[in-house]
C-alpha cells in the first residue's frame, strides 16, 4: 500500500488547508475501505502526536484541535481529509497519514508540512 499526502502549505494564522492522504497498491488484497486511517503530525522537537483517526465504517476521533480539526473519507476515491480550520502557529508541523488494514499492519505517508506564520 502507497499513502500520498498532499494539500500542506504556508498559511496565515487563522487560515485553513485540507490535507488529502490517497491510497494506491492494494497487494495485502485489503480494499482501502477497510483500513483505519489515522493522522499524525510532528513538530520540531516535539514528540509525534496523534491528530484524528476515522474507522472503515466512518466513526471518527479527533484528538487535538477538537472543534478546528475534521477527518473525512471518501472511499470511491481511496482518500481521507483532515480539513484544518483556524489555524494557530502551534499547528505547524509535518502530518502524517497513517493506515492500519485488517491485520493491523501499519503504511505511512512521507508526510506534508503545514506552517502556520505571518
Known amino acids: 500500500l502507497q499513502l500520498v499526502e498532499s494539500g500542506g502549505g504556508l498559511v496565515q494564522p487563522g487560515g485553513s488547508l485540507r490535507l488529502s492522504c490517497e491510497a494506491s497498491?492494494?497487494?495485502?488484497?485489503?480494499?482501502?475501505?477497510?483500513?483505519?486511517v489515522r493522522w499524525d503530525r510532528q513538530a520540531p522537537e516535539k514528540e509525534r502526536e496523534s491528530v484524528a483517526a476515522?474507522?472503515?465504517?466512518?466513526?471518527s476521533t479527533v484528538y487535538v484541535g477538537s472543534g478546528r480539526f475534521t477527518i473525512s473519507r471518501d472511499h470511491a476515491k481511496n482518500t481521507v481529509y483532515l480539513q484544518l480550520n483556524n489555524l494557530t502557529p502551534e499547528d505547524t508541523a509535518v502530518y502524517y497519514c497513517n493506515a492500519i488494514d485488517p491485520r493491523f499492519v501499519n503504511y505511512w505517508g512521507q508526510g506534508t508540512q503545514v506552517t502556520v506564520a505571518t
Open positions: 497498491g492494494f497487494a495485502s488484497g485489503f480494499a482501502f475501505d477497510r483500513y483505519i
Open positions: 476515522i474507522t472503515s465504517v466512518g466513526s
